[in-house]
């Protein structure tokens, strides 16, 4: 093609086909190399119908690729002059009919120029629109939050919706002894204080009382206030300051008391928070010697409002002497009749020593107190034979004789009756010889009446009343 470099179209613009096909519309806009639209400095080209061709939006910049219209589409020409067309609005140039349709299918190609700022400003302004709506939802969501955990507090942000959910996002374990404000599950609201106290067991014992309590206090004051016990005057096994540590702590507490002490016929009220009763008795300026004692044990829990009285002791020791009673271990013996009881071997009483203590309680003597015993001999266990021998019905020719008038002369009706010289005894004061050739056992004295009198009739029957020569008479009496 014979064409100059370069052929220029009225006033508005130079068309360039060289190596890099450009087309220059004035200051405002020009078509870059192969047919890139590059924006000017000017004002932008009102858009062209999509019809026409189709612009695609590189990645950055603001320059477009413009591809072909259809076939079946004429393309739009550049306006012309009244005078006929290749002439310019503002320039006629007269050119040759082949160079000018050359041109004019270049300027066709280029005539529908895209809408760059439009196409791109509507996809921005969604895009910022949508940021515009998520931003203020996410505004909305994001809380400003006071965190307190055991007396560290932070600020954070979250979008946590409750108390619960906060502390499971912030990794803060919650117990069933510790306490949540607001309660766990309330909702949040920018701006709140969450406070978080753990509990902390607490093995107390108040005025001898154990038990053992939880509490969220930090220190061992703050926990006596949280529990309402008086600590004014108290005791306390560890100091007020000490903190109590997530483990717990053991803590004696003994609070102030009144306590009346009686002693010497005098009564003194102390304020004590004394551990036993013989403290309060020594904080009291009272002494305790000797056998002293108190109404209470000194060992035990002094009482709010209690009374306690000294009691003065003085005394000594007696040893006595008691008997120890025998036992009778009682054997039958077939060959006695029944009634009649041998003592074979006499009982003797044991001797036991014993130790009293002789007490004055306050000048006032009291009963003797045992205090230990001792056996110095044991006692003799007597034994007795017991018959079991039935007795003779009757003795012929003895019956019906006043043998009661006749023991009475003789001992007076006595059994066991023994004369002074120890040779007769029983009711008919027989002699040992004569009794044991009547059959009888033992001694006389020691049968019962039924068998001296069974003997005496036998007697009787021997030699009649010759073994009784003073009494003899009154069997006829």
């Known amino acids: 093609m014979s064409n100059p470099q370069y052929e220029t179209y009225g006033t508005h613009g130079t068309y360039r086909y060289g190596a890099h096909e450009t087309y220059d519309y004035g200051t405002q806009e020009m078509y870059g190399p192969y047919g890139t639209y590059l924006q000017g400095p000017g004002p932008t080209p009102a858009p062209a119908p999509a019809a026409y061709g189709t612009w695609e939006m590189p990645v950055t910049g603001g320059a477009h690729r413009a591809t072909h219209p259809p076939a079946h589409e004429q393309p739009l020409l550049p306006r012309q002059a009244p005078g006929g067309p290749g002439t310019d609005l503002r320039e006629p140039v007269m050119r040759p009919r082949s160079d000018r349709r050359a041109a004019h299918r270049r300027r066709a190609r280029y005539a529908r120029r895209p809408e760059p700022a439009m196409r791109r400003l509507v996809p921005q302004a969604l895009v910022v629109a949508f940021l515009a709506g998520g931003t203020s939802a996410f505004v909305a969501k994001d809380k400003a939050i006071e965190l307190n955990v055991d007396g560290k507090s932070r600020t954070l942000h979250t979008f946590a919706d409750d108390v619960t959910e906060l502390l499971a996002e912030e990794g803060v374990p919650v117990g069933a002894h510790d306490v949540v404000t607001p309660a766990r599950g309330s909702a949040l609201s920018s701006g709140d204080e969450i ?199 009757s003795v012929a020719g003895a019956e019906g004789l006043n043998w009661r008038a006749l023991a009475a002369c003789e001992s007076s009706g006595r059994p066991t009756a023994v004369d002074p010289s120890g040779t007769y005894g029983g009711l008919y004061q027989f002699d040992t010889h004569t009794w044991r050739s009547l059959g009888g056992k033992g001694r006389p004295q020691d049968a019962s009446a039924a068998e001296q009198t069974y003997r005496a009739k036998k007697l009787y029957v021997r030699r009649g009343t010759s073994p009784w020569p003073h009494c003899g008479s009154r069997l006829y009496g």
């Open 195 to 393: 406070a978080v106290h753990y509990g902390r067991p607490l093995r107390l014992t108040i005025d001898g009382q154990r038990r053992e309590v939880w509490t969220t206090a930090r220190t061992v004051e703050d926990a006596l206030g949280q529990l309402g016990v008086r600590a004014e005057g108290a005791y306390l096994s560890v100091s007020r300051s000490q903190p109590i540590g997530n483990a717990g702590l053991t803590l004696d507490v003994r609070t102030e008391r009144a306590v009346t002490v009686i002693a010497d016929g005098r009564a003194r009220t102390v304020r004590t928070n004394a551990a036993t009763v013989r403290e309060t008795i020594e904080q009291a300026g009272i002494t305790l010697r000797g056998q002293d004692t108190v109404s209470v044990p000194s060992g035990s829990f002094p009482r709010d409002g209690q009374t306690v009285t000294v009691l003065r002791v003085t005394g000594s020791k007696e040893v006595r002497e008691e008997p120890i009673p025998f036992q009778v271990r009682r054997t039958n013996d077939p060959a006695l009749f029944r009634g009649i009881e041998v003592v074979d071997r006499a009982g003797q009483p044991g001797v036991r020593r014993v130790t009293y203590l002789l007490r004055s309680v306050n000048g006032v003597r009291q009963k003797p107190r045992r205090e230990k015993s001792r056996v110095v001999r044991e006692p003799l266990t007597q034994l007795v034979r017991v018959g079991i021998k039935p007795p003779p019905p």
